[in-house]
């Protein structure tokens, strides 16, 4: 006949361990939740919390919370700049207010006056230059040199 071992586990005292869902506290951590309000809604302690985390993956709470922060934006700014490629004007110009301090010029300060000339064929053409390439109103255009 076999022998089979039959081990009995004694209770532990006080409370059963609460179960915790670590891919939601992930999710909680990298949209910027503080861990008092990831504790809280677990219903157990700030300390519980560090303590449990740290036994579950091998890394405090706080190194863990700084790198998926970082992590996090990288994410969001890769995103962003994918939309931006694909052709989301929108996304586009944000980027290059963020990235590259581009912004619209204030009404009536602009740095292009458009202009009308017009061609030895008669043609109209619009072009865009500097205001201070334009003749003050005191020169006298090389045409009218009379």
């Not at 949209?31 to 300390?47: E, H, M, N, Q, V």
């Not at 405090?60 to 996090?72: M, T, W």
């Amino acid at each position: 006949m076999d022998e089979t071992e039959i081990i009995i586990e004694k209770p532990r005292p006080g409370r059963p361990p609460k179960e915790i869902k670590w891919d939601q506290v992930l999710l909680k951590i990298q949209a910027g939740c503080s861990t008092r309000k990831i504790a809280f809604d677990l219903a157990i302690s700030p300390s519980t919390l560090y303590s449990k985390f740290k036994d579950h993956f091998g890394i405090c709470v706080s190194e863990y919370l700084h790198n998926a922060i970082q992590d996090r934006n990288q994410s969001i700014e890769y995103t962003q700049y994918i939309k931006a490629l694909e052709g989301n004007i929108h996304m586009l110009k944000w980027l290059g207010e963020v990235w590259i301090g581009q912004k619209a010029p204030e009404e009536g300060n602009t740095k292009y006056t458009t202009i009308i000339v017009k061609t030895h064929d008669d043609a109209r053409s619009g072009l865009s230059v500097h205001p201070e390439t334009l003749p003050s109103s005191g020169d006298q255009s090389p045409e009218s040199g009379d």
